[in-house]
């Protein structure tokens, strides 16, 4: 059974880190391109940042230079290091894996108080 589970989420003080982590039960993970959304309360879920297969990255531009997502493909994992966290940072993240279609895991909440 495929499956992404994702970790790491907790509740923080804005200005602080956390660090989320991703276990993809997928063949052939390092084919796919993995990634990082987020959905606040209120709106629509959206991307926070992909790795490809060659481990070219975007990131949204309100995480860019703050987050940093990285993969493992020998251990079938995908990270994302969060740094100098904000309170707009706060949301359910959920892991996404694309190779044609969309996987995706059952999210982490992130909570980022002020």
């Known amino acids: 059974q495929v499956q992404l589970v994702e970790s790491g989420g907790g509740l923080v003080q804005a200005g602080e880190s956390l660090r989320l982590s991703c276990a993809a039960s997928?063949?052939?993970?390092?084919?796919?391109?993995m990634g990082w959304y987020r959905q606040a309360p209120g709106k629509q879920r959206e991307l926070v940042a992909t790795?490809?297969?060659?481990?070219?990255?975007v990131y949204e531009d309100s995480v860019k230079g703050r987050f940093t997502i990285s993969r493992d493909n020998a251990e079938k994992k995908v990270y994302l290091e969060m740094t100098s966290l904000k309170v707009e940072d706060t949301g359910v993240y959920y892991c996404?894996?694309?190779?044609?279609?969309?996987?995706w895991g059952q999210g982490t909440q992130v909570t980022v108080s002020s």
């Open positions: 996404n894996a694309r190779l044609g279609s969309d996987l």
């Open positions: 997928v063949i052939m993970f390092s084919l796919y391109t």
């Open positions: 790795i490809a297969r060659d481990f070219s990255t």
